[in-house]
C-alpha cells in the first residue's frame, strides 16, 4: 500500500494581478530584482496588501506548506517509497513532489524553487506542475478512500484512522496546508471521510507527523 498525501487548498500562490501594483508587493519584488508576478504571496511581506483580498486569512503563507514538507519528507515512510505528496493550491495548482526528493531546509530556498517552478512550469525537476482542482486531484491518481483532517469532522482516534487508511487499497488522506478556514465546499464533496483527531486545530506538519507515524507503526 501506497499512501497519497495531499496538503489541500495550500496557502502557496504566486501574487495574484489585483495586488501586484500595491506598494507592499512593488517594495518586496523591487528588492529582491524579480517581476511581482513572479513572486510568492506572503503575508510577511505583504500584509497590507492582502487586508482586501477574498479569503485572505487563509492564503499566504508558503512558510506553512515549507514546514508540512519538511516534517512528511523527514519520515521513514517517506523515504522508503511509502507515501506520495502534492501541494494543491488554493488557486488549483498541483505540485507533485517526485519519489524521494528533498526539500530544501532554508524556506529562502524552498521559496525561489516553487517560485520557479509555478513561474515556469517545467517537465522535469524536484516538482511538477499542473493545473487542478482537489476533486479532480483524488480522482486522477485513482484513490478508493479519501480521508480529510478537520475539526469540523468525526473525533476520530489514531488507530481508528489508521485503520481506514490500512482498509484501503489506495488510500488518500488531505491536511488543510493553511492556517485558517476549512476545506471548501467542493472539496469535502471529493472527500468519503471527513474526522478530526483533536478538538483544537493542529497545524498541519504536526497532523502529517502523527498520521504518517500511525501508518508507519501499523504497517510494520
Do not use: W
Not at 514538507?69 to 494543491?88: F, Q
Not at 498541483?94 to 529562502?108: A, G, H, M, N
Not at 524536484?126 to 478512500?145: P, T, Y
Not at 469540523?152 to 485503520?163: C, F, N, P, Y
Amino acid at each position: 500500500m501506497k499512501l497519497n498525501l495531499v496538503l489541500a487548498e495550500s496557502a502557496l500562490e504566486l501574487v495574484p494581478s489585483e495586488l501586484r501594483n500595491d506598494p507592499s508587493v512593488v517594495s518586496d519584488a523591487k528588492r529582491r530584482g524579480v517581476d511581482a508576478s513572479r513572486i510568492l504571496l506572503d503575508r510577511s511581506f505583504h500584509h497590507r496588501a492582502m487586508l482586501r483580498l477574498k479569503d485572505g486569512l487563509k492564503r499566504g503563507r508558503p512558510d506553512l506548506v515549507h514546514v508540512a514538507l519538511l516534517s512528511i519528507t523527514g519520515t521513514p515512510l517517506y523515504s522508503e517509497g511509502g507515501v506520495k505528496v502534492y501541494v494543491h493550491t488554493y488557486t488549483n495548482e498541483v505540485l507533485e513532489l517526485l519519489e524521494k526528493t528533498r526539500i530544501p531546509k532554508s524556506y529562502f530556498r524552498f521559496r525561489g524553487l516553487v517560485e520557479q517552478a509555478l513561474t515556469e512550469r517545467p517537465r522535469n525537476g524536484l516538482l511538477r506542475v499542473s493545473e487542478s482542482s482537489f476533486e479532480r486531484l483524488v480522482k486522477d491518481v485513482g484513490s478508493d478512500s479519501v480521508i480529510g483532517l478537520s475539526t469540523q469532522g468525526r473525533k476520530t482516534s489514531m488507530d481508528e484512522l489508521s485503520a481506514m487508511i490500512g482498509a484501503a487499497r489506495k488510500p488518500c488522506v488531505a491536511i488543510g496546508g493553511f492556517a485558517q478556514g476549512h476545506f471548501s465546499p467542493k472539496s469535502l464533496e471529493a472527500m468519503d471521510e471527513l474526522v478530526r483527531i483533536h478538538d483544537k486545530s493542529l497545524e498541519a506538519h504536526v497532523v502529517a507527523a502523527r498520521v504518517l507515524y500511525e501508518v508507519e507503526k501499523h504497517s510494520t
